[in-house]
């Protein structure tokens, strides 16, 4: 007997005929003698809906109201599921974040998991026949305020890793609209091959370089907790599964548990980024502090950072990236730290993308980088900013040659399959 959790993706819930669907992977597991807690998203589309309502009932909203709103998507489908589990003869209750609890930051619209109690679950694992827990995921509560929270888009991967963590789960299944983590996004290039395995430490890479397939943060968790996730689809029917079996799947796990090391594990790229460059800014000591201070104190995460070299001794050229989102609020913040700077002009672009080349092989092998820079040079692609780390280096290019550019690292790397 195993401890799961079994978290599923909208697409998973979309309807309930897919519910039932997921009913009945969720029955599978609990007649194999499991106990199980299930953490669910809203149904496909539902979340955008209801952002878009808070949008439309006032473009400047209160965000505690707009917690109130969207966290309503995940109240509707855990009761669902619970109802069609008992109707199949599964003992099911649904948990709202407010009555695990799962205590959140007060950072609405964004909040951080603190605390998740898990208790109930397990108490109720013991004294009623394993009944399923079914948590509603993306909302937790403010335990000072006792308001409801939110915890970002894509965040009830972030709720099933931290209800995974509280009761002590041996494995965090995550059902999802793909068989797995792939090389790249398969929807952008259909020869990218499941993974049988990725470090977190790469998987963090990917989320955080564009690959939505995982939370960010949920991999974070995931890494200090170390609760070991298993990405697998939820359309494969139940039935179909054999239980003795290894299904198709992408287990995300520490790195001394993966044998084979290939030198590129995937390839990520994101159009949420732009471009600002801030020309002829005098080049002295205490530059850089004065345009990254004011960014900071925004709140606006700087990306990549490029000076070029001074040619007059004098002045210089600065160019470094924010997220699109932010794109206008950093102009103007600069625009109001102009004086104090001293720059002659600043100019951006928003049609940029990021791709990004991710590897923990990388840390032992020289010139990866440089095989990069040749072959998007060969098919005409400028590259205007780089940055590198360990064990990934990212590239801006414009927009429009994001796609032809994964696609070529992607065969350049040996990914193809
Ligand atoms: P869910 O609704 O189940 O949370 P998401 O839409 O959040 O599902 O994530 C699954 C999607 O992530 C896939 O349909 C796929 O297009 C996309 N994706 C992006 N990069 C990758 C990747 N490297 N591997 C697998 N899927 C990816
Ligand atoms: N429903 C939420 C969203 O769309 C949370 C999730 O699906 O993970 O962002
Ligand atoms: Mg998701």
Redesign the pocket.
């Known amino acids: 007997m195993a401890r799961l959790v079994m978290k599923?993706?909208?697409?998973?819930v979309a309807d309930i005929d897919r519910i039932r669907n997921v009913a009945r992977h969720v029955k599978r597991e609990y007649d194999a003698g499991h106990e199980v807690a299930v953490v669910l998203?809203a149904m496909?589309g539902k979340t955008n809906e209801l952002v878009a309502w808070c949008r439309e009932a006032a473009l400047l909203h209160d965000a505690r109201e707009y917690d109130a709103v969207v966290s309503s998507g995940e109240q509707v489908t855990a009761g669902l599921l619970a109802i069609v589990l008992q109707d199949i003869g599964v003992p099911a209750r649904s948990w709202q974040g407010w009555q695990l609890p799962i205590y959140t930051s007060n950072a609405h619209g964004s909040a951080r998991i603190v605390e998740v109690n898990g208790a109930e679950l397990i108490k109720r694992f013991a004294e009623r026949n394993r009944e399923v827990g079914v948590v509603a995921g993306f909302q937790g509560v403010h335990k000072e305020t006792g308001r409801i929270t939110t915890l970002g888009r894509?965040g009830?991967?972030t709720s099933a890793v931290a209800v995974a963590a509280a009761i002590h789960a041996d494995r965090c299944d995550?059902?999802?609209?793909?068989d797995?983590?792939?090389?790249?996004?398969?929807?952008i290039v259909p020869r990218?091959h499941r993974l049988d395995r990725i470090a977190f430490e790469e998987m963090l890479e990917?989320a955080s370089l564009?690959?939505?397939?995982?939370q960010v943060r949920s991999i974070e968790l995931a890494m200090v907790h170390k609760v070991r996730i298993f990405?697998r689809s939820?359309f494969d029917k139940p039935e179909d599964i054999d239980p003795s079996g290894t299904p198709p799947g992408t287990l995300i796990c520490a790195e001394e548990e993966i044998v084979e090391q290939e030198v590129v594990t995937?390839i990520?790229y994101t159009k949420d980024e732009a471009q600002i460059s801030i020309r002829r800014v005098q080049d002295k000591p205490g530059v850089a502090a004065a345009i990254f201070g004011p960014l900071a104190e925004a709140n606006i995460n700087v990306d990549m950072i490029v000076q070029n070299v001074s040619e007059d001794g004098l002045t210089t050229d600065i160019t470094f990236t924010v997220p699109a989102a932010d794109y206008q609020r950093a102009c103007a913040v600069l625009e109001t730290a102009r004086s104090n700077v001293g720059f002659k002009s600043l100019d951006g672009a928003n049609d940029v993308a990021k791709v990004s080349v991710i590897g923990i092989g990388m840390r032992s092998h020289a010139g990866v980088a440089a095989k990069a820079f040749q072959a998007l040079a060969d098919r005409g692609i400028n590259i205007r900013a780089i940055s590198t780390s360990e064990i990934k280096f990212s590239l801006l290019i414009d927009a429009d040659a994001a796609e032809l550019a994964v696609r070529r690292l992607h065969s350049l790397y040996g990914l193809d399959k």
Do not use: N
């Not at 599923?8 to 998973?12: A, V, Y």
């Not at 995550?174 to 793909?178: A, F, G, M, S």
């Not at 797995?180 to 929807?187: C, K, L, S, V």
């Not at 564009?210 to 995982?214: D, F, N, P, R, S």
């Open positions: 599923f993706g909208g697409t998973s998203s496909a894509g009830s991967d995550i059902y999802t609209d793909v797995g983590i792939y090389t790249t996004d398969p929807r990218a990917m564009g690959a939505k397939v995982m990405v939820s995937g990520a």
